[in-house]
Every structure is written in C-alpha cells, then in structure tokens.
C-alpha cells in the first residue's frame, strides 16, 4: 500500500468520511459493555494461574520489594481481594477494570490526534479482539498495570508534545499547563516502574523524541522534564531502598533472566522470540504493523512530535528485547505493550490510503480482527480446541500447550492437602507455584511455605520475605513434592506414615505430587530460615 500523496502526516484524517458521530458512539459505548461483560464472567470461571496465585501470595506478605518484580501488582490484588473478599474474581477484578481503562484512553488518544470516529471504530475492533487485552483483562499479573500506567504517562507526553508544536508556532501556552502535564507524566513513569521494570523504556523513548526536534531540544532547558525525573524517582524510591537493603537482589534477578547469555541456543531463543510477536497482534495486523511503521519512519522528518511518541512507543520495545533475544531466551510479553500504540498507527496509516486502498487495507483488519477472535476464543476456552481435535480424529492424541491448562483442578489440589494436613501441620511446597495455589485453594486458612530443595532449586521470593511464618516451628510439615532426605537432613524432621501421591489427568497433561508427612525430630532445634540472600546468590530464572 502507498500513502496518499495528498497526506504525508497522519494528523488529520479529514480526507476519510466520519458518517454521524451519534452512531458510532453508540455502538463504542455497546462493546466496551460487551466486553466488560466477557471479562467480569471470566474472571470468575476460571481458577488462578500459578503467577495469579504466587501474586497473590505476595499480596500476604504486603512489602515495598519482592524478588520477581516490583511490588505494585501484590498491592493491586490485596486491595482487591480486601474489598471483594478472597476469590478468583477478587483477584482479577482490578485487573479488568485496568485493561477497560487501557482501551478507553487509548480510543481518547486516537480521537485527540485524528478528530475522526471511523479511527476509532477501527481501533477499537483491533483492541477488543487482541489476544494480548484479553489477557490484560483476564490474568492478574504486572503486564496489566505496567501497561495501564505506561499508556497514562504516553497520553501525557503526546499531550506535552502538542503543547510544544504549538508553542514552537507561536501560539502561547501558560507554565501551569505544562507543569500539570510534567508532574503528571513523571507520577505514571513512577507507577508503571512500580508494576514492571522494563517500563523504563517508555520514558526513555520519550525523552529521545524530545531530541528530534528543536521544540524538544528547548525542554531540556526547562524544569518541567527534571520535575518529571524526580516525581518518577521518588515514586519508584522504595523498591530501590528495598534492592539496597537485600544485595540488589530483585535488580540482579531480573537482568540475569533478562541478559543470560546462551550462545549455543541464540538461533531457536531468536526464532521463539519472533514467532511469539505474532500473538498480540494475530500475523496478519503485525505485519500491517510493521509496514506502518515503516511508512511513518520514512516519513519521519514530517512528522510533529506527538507522532514521533506514538512511532517510537511502537518501536523501541519490540526492537530492544530482539537484541536481549540474540543473548538469551526471551518472553513474548516483554515488548507487548508495544503493541497498543501501534494498534493506533495501523488504523492512521489504513485510513491515509486512497480510496481503493483504504478500502483493501480496512479488510485485511478486518480479516485480523477475525483471526484475533479465533485466538482469544483458545485462550479463554483451551479445552474446546482439545474436544474438537478429538472429534475430528479420535485415533491421534492431541495435546495443549502445559500453560494453557493451568487454569484448571487446583481446587482439586488444595482439597486433597488439606485432608492430609490434619489441621495442624505447616506445609511446604518445592515450588512457589505450588505453594500459591496451594495456599489459595485451601478451604481454611494455614501456614504454607516455599523451600529451595536439590541441586536445581532457584531462588524465589520466598527467600526474601521480611516476615516468613514461623513454619519451622512446627513438629508436624507436610512437604509436597520435595526433596524429602534433604529437607529431613536440613531441618531436623523424619517421615512418618507412608508416601501419598495426587495425580490427575489435566486435558491430556499428568498433574503428579508427592505429599509426605515429617514429624520433628527430638530433642532439635527450630531451624533459622535465612529472610535475606547471600552475597553472591545462585540466580537460575526459568520463566
């Protein structure tokens, strides 16, 4: 597709018919209800993941740090579940509201910078239908408030950069205008840090925009970006005074995961990586992606700043983890937030197009909005995909991905330990995952506990908690699928009674446990669980 010679900027799209804005209200107002509708129910129906569980864990042990990520996401869920009781919903329900809020600011943006509700019509087809904001809305994890308060702080810097276009034109904008707009930025910087440390890259492709042009250039002479810095240090101080206080423990875990160097394997981590970006978007609205962004980086030097925000907000992300993929084994969601503000290029740069294409480009969305519904459907109901093969061909087993069954029979899990618990032993999982479904599936309250046991045990946060329960105070444990002779040797216990299994078959894929009771020892000591790490700890990140 080639742009409009008539247009080479994306601002405005006056050239695109805008039909009746009553309508096209009407029918935004219609899906978002819509889709608060789906993601309310399924926040319900399904059972925590094992990170919605471990966070919620986290959320028991409320902290201003945590070894895996900054503390805003266990903040989030114990609010939640303190206003709306312990459930799946208590859990998800903040998480939902954040990932509306995500889709509402994002359509408020996309209407501030092309005055035009057929961009928002089409953006909000492209949003409602993304895998990566149904998962926003359905998984209680950092990614949802990173990207809610990443995206404030962007709506904020676009607004900025209007401000200074318009300022460099000799129009006059009053100091409390900006100031408002600095402050406000530099607080959701702070925030998004607080949920995610890889947020770091939205301030830092903003203040690399500012750099482009004099308009920018002028603001570094100016209070307003050092006010910004400050509001964001301040904010995200903190987990910097809990890192300092825990050898830098949460900083040295997360660079490790995210900078291993694992030269044999850097061709299938690049491979694994790349494939992964097709999912946000579904392949076909990625590639409409790249080919905008494309378009508006040749076009770059037309562009005002708030554009450039938008450009480099797309790009950095998705560019930076695919150099840490060349190191390391990346996740998909890394770069994910990258992928809403290029939802916003895709719609600008479709609708710039002449007539026939315009109208070729809105099908080619369309035909991905399709697809992207396929996918949410899988995400939101995996077993359907298994029965359906199934039926087609009963003779050929299938199975789904581990991940996509960890939303189902941990309840199942919980009721089985909690029989075996006798209600007074303290129990202690080999896994944190374990140990937060356990300890959110158990029908009462108890002491439940992650223990690093055998020789490729890695840390978790557990090893950092300021306020471990005294489980090892306890002459009666019920170790789930542990080391048994290192945990007895180690802690002064001795099994007692005979071995136990929990097994079940979980859409094809084998759920094992071992459950072992162990009684204290007489005449030992409590043991000393050590609550902060060694100098120089052993991190073996899997995830």
């Known amino acids: 597709m080639s742009p409009n010679p008539r247009m080479s900027r994306p601002l405005p799209l006056s050239s695109v018919p805008i039909g009746r804005p009553a309508d096209p209200l009407r029918m935004l107002y219609l899906v978002i209800a ?7 129910a399924m926040a319900r129906l399904r059972e925590l993941a094992p990170d919605e569980a471990f966070y919620w864990l986290l959320g028991q042990h409320l902290n201003i740090g945590y070894l895996d990520h900054p503390p805003m996401v266990a903040w989030l869920i114990r609010l939640s579940t303190s206003v709306l009781g312990k459930s799946e919903f208590g859990v998800r329900a903040i998480m939902v509201l954040m990932s509306l809020g995500i889709i509402a600011m994002l359509l408020r943006l996309c209407f501030l910078l092309t005055q035009n509700m057929r961009a928002v019509g089409l953006l909000l087809a492209i949003l409602a239908t993304s895998p990566y904001t149904a998962a926003l809305g359905l998984l209680a994890t950092p990614d949802t408030p990173a990207a809610f308060f990443s995206l404030a702080a962007l709506v904020c810097a676009v607004r900025l950069a209007r401000l200074f276009d318009a300022e460099a034109k000799g129009e006059i904008i009053t100091g409390r205008a900006q100031a408002n707009l600095w402050f406000f930025f530099g607080m959701f910087c702070g925030l998004a840090l607080l949920a995610k440390y890889t947020s770091i890259l939205l ?6 925009v500012f ?5 920018g250039r002028r603001q570094y002479q100016k209070p307003g970006i050092y006010l910004a810095g400050v509001v964001a240090l301040l904010i995200f101080s903190p987990v910097i005074y809990w890192n300092a206080q825990h050898h830098w423990a949460s900083f040295a875990f997360q660079l490790n995961h995210g900078l291993n160097t694992m030269p ?15 999912m946000p978007l579904t392949p076909i609205l990625w590639l409409l992606g790249i080919m905008a962004l494309v378009h508006y980086f040749r076009q770059w030097r037309t562009q005002d700043l708030a554009w450039r925000m938008l450009i480099i907000a797309a790009a950095l992300p998705p560019v930076f983890f695919l150099l840490v993929a060349l190191r390391s084994r990346g996740e998909a969601n890394w770069p994910a937030f990258a992928y809403l503000p290029m939802s916003l290029l895709i719609v600008a740069f479709v609708l710039q197009q ?3 294409k315009r109208r070729g480009g809105q099908i080619w969305i369309a035909i991905g909005c399709a697809m992207a519904v396929l996918v949410t459907v899988v995400f939101y109901f995996p077993p359907l995909i298994r029965q359906t093969a199934l039926a087609l061909n009963p003779k050929k087993p299938f199975e789904l991905p581990r991940k996509m069954v960890d939303f189902y ?20 999982c080999n896994t944190y995952e374990d140990a937060g479904e356990i300890a959110f599936y158990l029908p009462q309250p108890g002491v439940v506990w992650a223990a690093r046991l055998g020789t490729d045990a890695r840390m978790t946060a557990f090893d950092c ?20 002779d290192e945990f007895c040797a180690r802690y002064g216990y001795t099994p007692i009674g005979p071995v136990e299994r929990y097994t079940k078959i979980v859409e094809g894929h084998l759920r094992d446990r071992e459950v072992t009771s162990l009684m204290r020892l007489p005449g030992s000591l409590p043991a000393t669980v050590p609550v902060t790490l ?8 899997d995830r």
Do not use: M
């Open 354 to 356: 002449g007539e026939r």
């Open 34 to 40: 819509a889709l608060a509708f789906v993601r309310f």
């Open 203 to 208: 301030p830092l492709g903003v203040c690399l």
């Open 465 to 484: 908690f300021d306020d471990p329960p005294p489980w090892q105070t306890h002459d009666l444990i019920l170790l789930v699928n542990g080391n048994t």
């Open 534 to 541: 060694p100098a120089t700890p052993n991190f073996q990140p």
């Open 211 to 215: 750099l482009t042009s004099p308009a």
């Open 264 to 278: 044999a394997d850097y061709l299938k981590n690049l491979g694994e990586y790349v494939g992964g970006q097709l």
């Open 409 to 428: 029979e941990w309840r199942s899990l919980g009721q089985f330990i909690a029989s075996r618990t006798a209600g007074q032993q303290a129990i202690v």
